[in-house]
């Protein structure tokens, strides 16, 4: 097995179950914050803190319940799955390659609706969620290296002429996950430039 490979193979529990807990976090904080702006429109939330960080502005949109509820339902099932098998990782236990796929499935239903949000925060909505952004940082390092564990570990089915970049993936991750984060920073950083350079 090769160094990049080991890597993963022994970081993906642990990675798993951090990102698992601390999404389960964020989100359960942002169900109980949009519970009691439910209960009390005046209500202003503890991570609304400026016209851009601002969770209130967030939270009260159409976008904040995409699918008819609140979208931190999703992710505190979604972050608690992810954390319980980071968890089993850790224990020692070995995934099928079913499990394997299933978590790939849904950690790329995340990413992609995650994208989507991070769109319609930063150009429709024009405000962002402090809590929402640590859900989207801990969702792409989850789908990031839950996908490199299946591609080292051949869960996924990969063309022999593409083998070469998912190879590459696999042993330059950090630098996927540095550029990756790259361009949403400086793709906030320009939405929001005219308000960032009036701060002291």
Not at 122 to 132: G, K, Q
Not at 177 to 191: D, H, K, N, P, S
Request: hydrophobic share 55%; charged share 10%; proline share 4%.
């Amino acid at each position: 097995m090769r160094s990049a490979d080991a890597f993963i193979a022994r970081a993906i529990g642990p990675i798993l179950a951090i990102c698992g807990g601390v999404g389960l976090v964020a989100a359960f904080i942002l169900a109980v914050e949009k519970l009691r702006i439910v209960e009390d429109p005046s209500y202003i939330p503890t991570c609304s803190i400026n016209p851009i960080l601002s969770c209130g502005s967030v939270m009260t949109t159409d976008q904040a319940e995409a699918f008819g509820f609140t979208n931190p339902f999703l992710g505190i099932a979604g972050f608690a799955i992810v954390g319980a098998l980071g968890m089993a990782l850790i224990g020692g236990a070995r995934l099928a390659r079913w499990n394997w796929l299933a978590l790939q499935a849904g950690l790329t239903f995340a990413v992609v609706f995650v994208h989507w949000l991070i769109f319609q925060s930063v150009y429709e909505i024009e405000a962002l969620c402090p809590y929402c952004v640590v859900v989207w940082v801990v969702t792409i390092i989850a789908f990031v290296y839950c996908t490199l564990q299946n591609l080292a570990q051949r869960n996924l089915a990969v063309p022999d002429q593409v083998r070469g970049a998912t190879d590459f993936a696999v042993q330059y991750h950090g630098v996927i996950l540095t550029a990756w984060f790259g361009v949403l920073i400086v793709l906030i950083g320009e939405a929001f430039w005219d308000y960032w350079r009036t701060l002291p």
